[in-house]
């Protein structure tokens, strides 16, 4: 092999892919390697040849998220540090000296291509990202509800589903799942569920988790005698009502027949811990913590019951209202219309809970800061809550 060089000389060049073994050789020539950064001549008449076996991946179907390990083969061993490293979206980065194998992961879907450059050479191989190997939602809610309670009825059904393994219906399954949402198993609702043949399984939530925090998993074995297994899981969002967001406030007169008094509106949006608004209709009911106090003396102003209803998040309103018609109903001080003045008449404590219409029920959500805690302060002519 005769290579021009500008100078002259004897250089000795690495070699590659040339079957493997030693031997002499005289050089004249420039870099032949344009790709190996890391190659030197050498003023020796010896070379050394690298045989590259190949690039292979320890599966080929994988997971959104799954780890999936390359490994670059080269004899005689030695050369890793000469590997680079590409997914296919620029350099993922060098490996560690002696060391052939690279992993990576990937959230997205499709088929994926990696290579790697071992001095001259470019080895590449590829895996299939399956992102509907666990089918399951996207987000689920949390409201505060025990996922092991006889009166477990969520709305909409939003805070639990069904998980299915769609690569195979029969087999034998180990399920598994984060803290934040439990597998149901009769009556039991718990972390695992391990060798049924159940390639479906229902999960429900137990507490609200970071974005994308949550997870369901399927290990799954052949049993038909082919040996195959899969590893996958499902990642997803446990969302759950976080605040009250005051959005809105009016009083007006309130007449019915004889009666005379005001009706007072507090409106909210319901925020979650991302501070989205719900997407859909949910429960709230009212649940005071303390007794009414007295703010004007000798008052005998009643109070309702607690309640529960369903509401727009987007628009979700208290109504306070307070009335007398005589001689049924005189109350002292005299209620009066909005805007009319007057002092004080009383006030309790309580909170929100959203996610039941049972007093007491769903999960309390903030409103006044950091705390759920909020007065319901009645005047002469109006009504309104206040943060304590």
Request: proline fraction near 7%; include cysteine.
């Amino acid at each position: 092999m005769t290579f021009s060089m500008p100078n002259g000389g004897t250089q000795d060049l690495w070699l590659t892919g040339i079957g493997g073994g030693t031997g002499d050789v005289t050089v004249f020539g420039q870099h032949v390697c344009p790709y190996d950064v890391d190659a030197h001549f050498y003023a020796f008449n010896h070379f050394t040849v690298i045989d590259i076996a190949g690039l292979t991946a320890d599966k080929t179907t994988a997971c959104e998220n799954e780890v999936v390990t390359f490994t670059a083969t080269t004899t005689p061993p030695g050369y890793c540090w000469r590997v680079v490293w590409d997914a296919g979206t620029g350099q993922v980065g060098y490996t560690s000296p002696d060391c052939c194998d690279k992993k990576i992961s990937w959230g997205d879907c499709g088929t994926k291509t990696v290579k790697a450059r071992i001095c001259c050479h470019e080895l590449s191989t590829s895996i299939t990202v399956d992102c509907q190997s666990v089918v399951g939602p996207d987000d689920l809610w949390y409201f505060g509800l025990d996922p092991a309670g006889a009166n477990y009825s969520p709305p909409n059904d939003a805070v639990q589903s069904a998980f299915t393994f769609a690569r195979a219906s029969t087999g034998s399954f180990d399920w598994t799942c984060s803290n934040d949402v439990c597998i149901v198993n009769g009556s039991a609702c718990g972390q695992a569920l391990s060798g049924v043949d159940l390639p479906i399984v229902i999960v429900r939530t137990r507490s609200g988790s970071a974005f994308l925090g949550a997870w369901v998993r399927c290990k799954w074995t052949s049993t038909s005698g082919s040996g195959a297994t899969a590893d996958c899981r499902r990642i997803f969002t446990v969302r759950k009502p976080s605040r009250l967001e005051r959005s809105g406030y009016q009083s007006a007169p309130f007449v019915y027949g004889n009666a005379r008094g005001f009706e007072s509106y507090i409106h909210y949006r319901i925020r979650d811990q991302f501070d989205a608004v719900l997407p859909y209709p949910v429960p709230w009911n009212e649940q005071f913590t303390t007794a009414p106090v007295s703010d004007w003396p000798n008052e005998d102003w009643p109070w309702g019951p607690q309640m529960g209803w369903t509401v727009n998040p987007n628009d979700a309103f208290d109504t306070i209202r307070r009335s007398e018609e005589p001689p049924i109903l005189d109350l002292h001080p005299d209620p009066l219309f909005p805007g009319q003045g007057g002092g004080p008449i009383d006030h309790r404590q309580g909170l929100w809970r959203v996610g039941s219409a049972v007093i007491g029920q769903g999960l309390p959500v903030l409103c006044c800061g950091n705390s759920p805690i909020l007065t319901w302060q009645i005047y002469q002519d109006h009504g309104d809550h206040l943060c304590p």
